[in-house]
């Protein structure tokens, strides 16, 4: 049977897959009639398959969703007492900072020269790509502070916790062991305070409203969490009775003992990751001080790639289970429950949402319909093409792209003009460049027109640090 073709409409921008075969509970998918159309039939075989997994009460689709592992990225499921470990991925805790460079304006960046020495100051701070290298301006962090952050986060550094979705995530240390895992505390120390690769990135943006300048950093909790996740991906297949080659199919009981010991585990990789984004804002900040002489500050830090006990909505009533966001964002509107005595109880809290390297980011809030989609939004805009496919097609058009990026412009409001994305590569990343990801404005409408969340500002790309493997 084809799931696609069993879906319904409800309004313009939302459709619902209702339970057939399998399926424990209806699929709300947050996409118009052109993202629906391209979206493939396996994406919704996938989420069905999920959708009949143990303990499910309720699945969403984000805008920006795609065929993923186990669970569709930008796939968001509720459960009970049933911890899926696909609906945190291989990348647990990956997420995004943003934080605006104090007092400047764009004119202080329309000259390249500036950009590229912002780029070359930060690649002497910031490791990127793979391995475990060291730049030579990078600050030394010792063991016993990472082992710390493994623990409690950013919980008693210097950071403003208020501007953390979550500063750190408990460990229950009766359950958790650092050296459970060799290859991943082979990993903790040497990458702690690096980028990685893929479509993480460290990227200067603009605001054309107002000029004010923004600095967006992407990354996780690189091959700590991966490990981490790799590990429990074959011991709850173990477990479950799973063959290795239907490992993304696991799912382990909160309060069973490898249940116990992967919620401690994968909190502890959430802490890394949330860690390692702030040891990265840091140093960038490093840079900036250096090159620009002003500062910076945080606006807002938050993850999507996480299980998370929380309260949730259905059908406009609150219940509580764990939320796991697979490619996918938290959204709390104003007035949400677990937004009390927070800064951010009477607003709802901010959200960065990336497109490609050529269409930046956008800062949104949530609204009170975020009730509909579990509290979440769409992590990007969301891929066309798997990297491979895309370094095929586009190879004969690496001319033509890197073109794109040189003739791009910012024209902000007051007149200034910022031509070009810098990058720190000779040529642009296919695989990684504005032709491989769905177009970031029709994602951030469909979240508009369902009143999920709106758009605060939207930010252009300027300068572009990639992890270039």
Not at 120 to 141: D, L, Y
Not at 154 to 169: A, I, M
Not at 384 to 390: H, N, V, Y
Request: glycine content about 12%.
């Amino acid at each position: 049977m084809s799931f696609k073709g069993e879906v319904t409409w409800d309004t313009d921008n939302t459709c619902t897959l209702r339970p057939v075969g399998k399926m424990n509970c209806s699929i709300k998918a947050f996409m118009n009639r052109a993202l629906y159309d391209a979206s493939e039939e396996n994406l919704w075989r996938q989420a069905a398959t999920a959708a009949g997994m143990d303990g499910v009460k309720a699945m969403y689709l984000m805008p920006d969703t795609h065929y993923g592992f186990g669970i569709p990225i930008g796939g968001v499921v509720v459960t009970d007492d049933i911890m899926i470990q696909g609906g945190s991925g291989y990348d647990i805790s990956c997420g995004m900072l943003l934080m605006k460079i104090e007092g400047l304006h764009a004119d202080a960046i329309v000259d390249p020269a500036v950009r590229r020495a912002w780029i070359n100051a930060i690649e002497e701070r910031v490791p990127t790509g793979v391995g475990s290298h060291r730049p030579p301006k990078m600050k030394e962090v010792r063991f016993e502070d990472i082992m710390g952050v493994l623990l409690h986060g950013v919980h008693g550094t210097p950071v403003d916790k208020g501007r953390c979705e979550r500063p750190f995530l408990r460990v229950d240390e009766k359950h958790f062991d650092p050296k459970r895992i060799p290859k991943a505390f082979e990993k903790m120390a040497p990458q702690f305070g690096s980028l990685g690769g893929g479509n993480h990135f460290i990227e200067m943006q603009v605001d054309p409203k107002d000029s004010t300048v923004w600095v967006v950093i992407h990354t996780g909790s690189r091959g700590y969490g991966w490990q981490t996740a790799n590990y429990y991906f074959y011991e709850g297949a173990r477990l479950r009775g799973l063959p290795s080659n239907k490992r993304e199919m696991s799912w382990l009981r909160w309060d069973e003992p490898l249940g116990k010991e992967y919620w401690a585990h994968h909190n502890s990789a959430a802490n890394y990751a949330i860690g390692n984004r702030h040891m990265i804002a840091a140093q960038v900040t490093g840079a900036i001080q250096e090159v620009l002489g002003v500062d910076t500050r945080l606006h807002y830090e938050i993850s999507h790639n996480l299980i998370q006990e929380e309260s949730w909505g259905e059908d406009g009533k609150i219940a509580h289970g764990f939320v796991h966001r697979k490619g996918a964002t938290r959204a709390f509107p104003a007035g949400h429950l677990d937004l009390w005595r927070t800064q951010w109880a009477d607003t709802g809290h901010p959200i960065i949402t990336p497109g490609s390297m050529l269409h930046g980011a956008a800062l949104m809030m949530p609204l009170p319909g975020a009730v509909d989609s579990g509290f979440s939004v769409n992590h990007g805009a969301g891929r066309l093409l798997g990297r491979g496919q895309a370094k095929r097609e586009f190879k004969d058009d690496q001319r033509a792209i890197d073109g794109e990026m040189n003739a791009h412009l910012v024209k902000c409001d007051d007149g200034t003009v910022v031509k070009g994305i810098m990058i720190n590569g000779r040529k642009t990343p296919l695989d990684e460049c504005g032709r491989v990801y769905k177009d970031l404005d029709t994602v951030l409408n469909v979240l508009e027109e369902s009143k999920v969340a709106k758009v605060v500002r939207r930010l252009y790309p300027v300068a572009n640090i990639k992890g270039l493997d």
